[in-house]
């Protein structure tokens, strides 16, 4: 059974870095099936898929952030990391990571309990 857990900073002041690390278990990381995946919900709103990376390491990111977000995991292959540039509070949400087979919310089959990120001053 394939678990995964978000740590984090519960807040982060507007235009500074968002860093979130999802922990793998159950799961090697390296089977060359999976996107490691990204998704939020602000409040009052759905989910937003943000971003994944493959099992090669191959990162895929949404148009609307892709100029401030970057993913990559770490050379264990037990996590992966997300960091989001210069947040606002728009960017306040309920943060979750997940596996997935493919780029679509669709595809996830595994989701982390969500962490709560606050953009505020």
């Known amino acids: 059974q394939v678990q995964l857990q978000e740590s984090g900073p519960g807040l982060v002041k507007p235009s500074q870095t968002l860093s979130l690390t999802c922990t793998v278990s159950?799961?090697?990381?390296?089977?060359?099936?999976?996107?490691w995946t990204w998704v939020r919900q602000a409040p009052g709103k759905g989910l937003e898929w943000l971003g994944a990376i493959t099992d090669a390491g191959s990162a895929y990111y949404s148009p609307s952030l892709k100029s401030r977000i970057s993913i990559f995991r770490d050379t264990s292959r037990t996590s992966f990391t997300l960091q989001l540039r210069s947040v606002t509070p728009e960017d306040t949400a309920v943060y979750f990571c997940?596996?997935?087979?493919?780029?679509?919310?669709?595809?996830?089959?595994?989701w982390g309990q969500g962490t709560q990120v606050t953009v505020s001053s």
């Open positions: 159950g799961d090697s990381m390296t089977t060359g099936l999976y996107y």
């Open positions: 997940a596996r997935g087979s493919a780029l679509q919310l669709d595809d996830i089959d595994f």
